[in-house]
Every structure is written in C-alpha cells, then in structure tokens.
C-alpha cells in the first residue's frame, strides 16, 4: 500500500478520539464514564475487527500524553 492511501483512512486512535467525542456528546458524562469493553466494542462494528484492550489502553495513554483526552 503506498503512503499516500494510508492517509485517506482513520486510525484506531482517530477512532477511539471519535467515540470518546460521540459519548460525551450522547450522556453528557466525562470519558470516564465509557469503559473498554465499550470502546471495543464499536470499534468491533467501525472496523470490522476486534482490537486487543491492551491495544486500546496503550492509544488511550498516547491520546492522553498528547492532550487530546483527559
């Protein structure tokens, strides 16, 4: 594949940031309201595959680490 199509798709991590947006949005509460087991399971029906909850855990620091998510 070359680089230029990869940047034409989300990431699990832009995805994570876009679920994390959609809760907030949805119940009003704050992202720690959402567990893992949640954002595995719609990434599960965004992506068409399951990620690991390491996986998630680890993109959920590195948002955390950038300031994207608090």
Same mark, same amino acid.
């Given at each position: 594949?070359?680089?230029?199509?990869?940047?034409?798709?989300?990431?699990?991590?832009?995805?994570?940031?876009?679920?994390?947006?959609?809760?907030? %949005?949805?119940?009003?509460?704050?992202?720690?309201?959402?567990?893992?087991?949640?954002?595995?399971?719609?990434?599960?029906?965004?992506? %068409?595959?399951?990620?690991?909850?390491?996986?998630?855990?680890?993109?959920?620091?590195?948002?955390?680490?950038? %300031?994207?998510?608090?």
């Amino acid at each position: 594949m070359s680089k230029g199509m990869n940047k034409a798709r989300s990431t699990t991590e832009h995805l994570i940031f876009l679920i994390l947006y959609r809760h907030d %949005g949805r119940k009003g509460l704050s992202r720690a309201g959402i567990s893992v087991k949640d954002i595995q399971a719609e990434l599960a029906l965004e992506t %068409g595959r399951e990620r690991s909850i390491r996986h998630i855990r680890k993109l959920l620091l590195m948002l955390e680490r950038k %300031g994207a998510i608090e």
